[in-house]
């Protein structure tokens, strides 16, 4: 019923504003021109230095680059074997007892060594303190372009 009652009060609402859409159309008259800028002329005018062709960028597309990643050797052609290598990789890491089945256990050991590793007092339970030792690390900040001192250097 409650659906019903918000449907009926969202069609008034749309109706409504269609309405005040409909209403609310221009006058028609048209807009004055813009008075002409009274600019001072520029004393004087510095020429820059011409800007410097850019490097080439390496014509491999995306598509290309994932796929010469999945190409382990290299011979333009990628087999099952090499598409499925770093997925068994890291199941191997995660199959503990070698058996070949994945077990919830299994599964979760990371999950668990870290919960133990930051119950630090053993009382199965994490406290704030505790639990903001769990947090991941931040990845290192990618390094900025020190462009301003080569363009700096450039103008002298």
Sequence with gaps: MGRFLAGIASC??????????WQSSAD????PDAPAARLPAPAQT??????PEAPSADPKSKEEKRFDRADKDKNGRITLAELVEPRRKAYAKLDLDGDGKLSFEEWAVKTIGKFEGADSDKSRYLTRAEY???????RPKKPTCQCAPALASADD
Excluded: E, M, N, S
């Excluded at 028609?28 to 807009?31: N, S």
């Design 132 to 138: 903001q030792t769990t947090a991941p690390k931040p």
């Design 28 to 31: 028609g008259t048209p807009v």
């Design 46 to 51: 510095t020429r820059l230095a011409p800007i």
């Design 12 to 21: 008034l609402l749309f109706v409504t504003g269609g309405i005040f859409l």
